[in-house]
């Protein structure tokens, strides 16, 4: 990554304008043509330095259901618990975490009222209790990484 | 339940939902990506630009932009802090939480006592631990009294990660 990419990586995170033309005001403040701005963004995906480019996408307001589960699974169960976690398609991210409840994960279905089952069976198929923290209010969301 | 998940109502259409599908995995790489999703679609370009800034009023749409790869930026280190604070005052700690530029998620969720005091959560990242376990200490000061305890979780493993998705039905 040399300077411009940095810069650029910077200005990505704080969003493009919605309109016809979105990298012209990008194009302009990095003194680079747009052709350039889209190249170094196609160049950072394919480095993997950024993992999406894009509409972010708000899955409550879609009218799906979110929430964040917890479990505390025994070490020795732990691999068994994170295949038959992760088969269900509704869970979206799963993280090992140091704590007692050892199991994070993000679950996500287009229907609201699919949520209460999906959880009902991660808990009967695992064995382990589920602890549901849907969240209740959102204070911020988005990370801002400068580089 | 506040303002931010109960929004102004607004339903995404079916073709709101055509959009939706054909960006979701990204914008394309063009100067005019949204013409090119118009094109792809059957649509007036105008269209989709009014109907993506009509989602991005109604936070359908947080923002156009990029997810940074964490670890690829060298942001290696990243510590779920949950802290516990009295519930008539979560709201206005949270937003000064969530108001650091190292916070990225930061919400109120619901304790599960006596497991799990906690109903404040904030996302932190830095370099590696030590500059996470720093940025805590200045979460810590910054709620003072107000802190009745905190912890903060560690990922050892990325177990599954998926972006969220729907489908055109």
């Known amino acids: ?147 | 339940m506040n303002a931010v998940l109960n929004p102004r109502p607004y339903r995404i259409d079916a073709i709101d939902r055509q959009i939706i599908v054909a960006t979701q995995a990204g914008l394309p790489l063009v100067a005019q990506p949204w013409d090119a999703v118009a094109e792809q679609l059957g649509l007036d370009p105008d269209e989709v630009v009014a109907r993506v800034a009509a989602m991005q009023a109604h936070d359908i749409i947080r923002r156009i932009g990029a997810v940074p790869n964490h670890y690829a930026l060298g942001y290696r280190a990243n510590g779920m802090s949950v802290w516990n604070v009295p519930d008539d005052m979560v709201a206005e700690l949270g937003k000064q939480v969530g108001d650091l530029e190292f916070v990225s998620h930061c919400y109120e969720r619901p304790r599960h006592l006596p497991l799990w005091p906690y109903n404040l959560f904030a996302m932190v990242h830095g370099h590696n631990r030590e500059e996470v376990a720093g940025r805590v200490k200045v979460i810590a000061g910054m709620l003072r009294g107000a802190c009745r305890g905190h912890d903060v979780l560690y990922s050892t493993r990325i177990l599954k990660k998926t972006g969220l998705r729907i489908n055109g039905g």
């Not at chain 1, 480019?53 to 618990?81: H, I, K, S, Y």
């Not at chain 1, 992760?86 to 996500?108: C, G, I, K, Q, S």
Request: charged share 25%.
């Open chain 1, 1 to 147: 990554m040399d300077n411009i990419d940095r810069a650029l990586v910077n200005e990505l995170q704080d969003g493009l304008p919605v309109c016809r033309r979105p990298f012209d005001a990008i194009s302009t403040r990095l003194g680079i043509s747009v052709r350039e701005v889209t190249d170094r963004i196609g160049k950072l995906l394919g480095d993997q330095v950024l993992s999406r480019f894009g509409p972010m996408f708000n899955a409550e307001r879609l009218g799906g259901g979110l929430t964040l589960c917890a479990m505390q699974v025994p070490e020795a169960d732990f691999e068994r618990v994170t295949g038959q976690v992760n088969a269900f398609p509704e869970v979206a991210h799963n993280y090992a975490r140091e704590h007692d409840l050892n199991m994070w994960f993000v679950v996500a279905t287009e229907r609201p009222e699919r949520m209460a089952e999906v959880i009902g069976e991660i808990g009967t198929v695992t064995g382990c209790r589920v602890y549901d923290m849907p969240k209740m209010d959102e204070f911020y969301i988005g990370l801002k990484l400068p580089v």
